[in-house]
């Protein structure tokens, strides 16, 4: 299973991440570049950074990954999002699509992706923080939860 976060902006949120997937033996992806470093660099507080992979061209990876077989899951709040409650635990590789903290999933992804979830929601804010719907998704995928 590999977390990508690939339009997240914020150190903290990265950092966040990718304590959730070394908990649940995930991999994380997150485009190369000098921002993505240096965010990271600030978020991650573990002693060991665990597996990563370094993308170029998000949307080029996305496409090669899926031709290889991985299932692209997309978390965003959407009409034809299913439930967090409805979502199986992986069974096959996986891609687990997350969206930037103001703008979400770009529209450019949504052809990759094979399925929405979403975490419901009753209060009156609009959405999660990414970290924490990407954490609930990949415990629900990693059948920890
Ligand atoms: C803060 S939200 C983006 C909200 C943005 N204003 C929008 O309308 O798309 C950032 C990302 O967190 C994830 N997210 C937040 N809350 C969510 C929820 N309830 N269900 C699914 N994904 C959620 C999605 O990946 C989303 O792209």
């Known amino acids: ?8 902006a914020y150190g903290a949120n990265l950092g966040t991440l990718l304590r959730t997937c070394d908990a649940v033996g995930a991999c994380m992806a997150i485009p190369g570049t000098d921002h993505y470093r240096e965010a990271l660099n600030k978020g991650d507080t573990l ?3 665990p597996c990563i992979h370094w993308v170029d ?12 077989g991985a299932k692209v899951i997309g978390v965003e ?3 034809d999002s299913i439930p967090l409650s409805r979502l199986e ?25 094979d399925q929405f979830v979403e975490i419901p929601m009753l209060g009156i804010g609009n959405s ?3 970290a924490v719907a990407g954490s609930l998704v990949l415990y629900k ?4 939860s």
């Open 128 to 130: 999660l923080n990414v």
């Open 1 to 8: 299973m590999i977390a990508a976060p690939l339009w997240v």
């Open 89 to 113: 635990v992986a069974r096959d590789p996986s891609i687990v699509l997350l969206g930037h903290e103001h703008s979400g999933l770009p529209a450019e992804a949504w052809a990759f992706i």
């Open 141 to 144: 995928l990693a059948g920890l």
């Open 57 to 68: 061209a998000k949307l080029d990876w996305i496409d090669r990954e899926s031709r290889r």
């Open 77 to 79: 709040l959407y009409e």
């Open 47 to 49: 002693e060991q950074r």
